[in-house]
């Protein structure tokens, strides 16, 4: 399984073709890769933020027909907790991170190549979506 954070997203609908290929890739092979809750919240947030509030929830609703959404429970937040204290990075990206290891994910694609290598410590493979130079 893989999972994907809210920096996958974000690229793919900034245009970022890997970002793009890999969703086509999932759809076409009909894997569901995994997201947390956490992550539909911020990509509506984002979406408010760029005055896309008419579209956003159409937008989340397309990625939930192929992206399995995972809530958070006690046992994501509690994991979420740890990451967060032994690694340091905001508690967010610790859930998203948490509800990938819940999920028995191998792999999180992500854009954020700050906190999410830090998970690489719990087995995680992190694999960073590259940012693309715009013209």
Avoid at 50 to 62: F, H, N, T, Y
Avoid at 86 to 96: E, K
Avoid at 116 to 126: C, D, H, Q
């Amino acid at each position: 399984m893989v999972a994907l954070d809210t920096g996958f997203f974000i690229a793919m609908m900034r245009g970022n073709s890997e970002a793009i290929a890999l969703w086509r890739w999932f759809k076409q092979n009909r894997l569901r890769p995994v997201i947390s809750a956490i992550t539909a919240g911020e990509l509506l947030y984002v979406l408010y933020r760029e005055k896309k509030k008419e579209e956003a929830e159409g937008i989340v609703e397309r990625i939930f027909r192929i992206a399995e959404a995972i809530p958070v429970d006690i046992e994501v937040a509690k994991k979420g907790a740890e990451i967060k204290h032994s690694q340091g990075m905001p508690y967010v990206d610790a859930l998203i991170g948490a509800t990938a290891l819940s999920s028995d994910c191998q792999k999180l694609y992500t854009s954020d190549r700050n906190h999410m290598k830090s998970l690489k410590s719990y087995g995680l493979e992190i694999i960073i979506i590259r940012e693309e130079k715009r013209p």
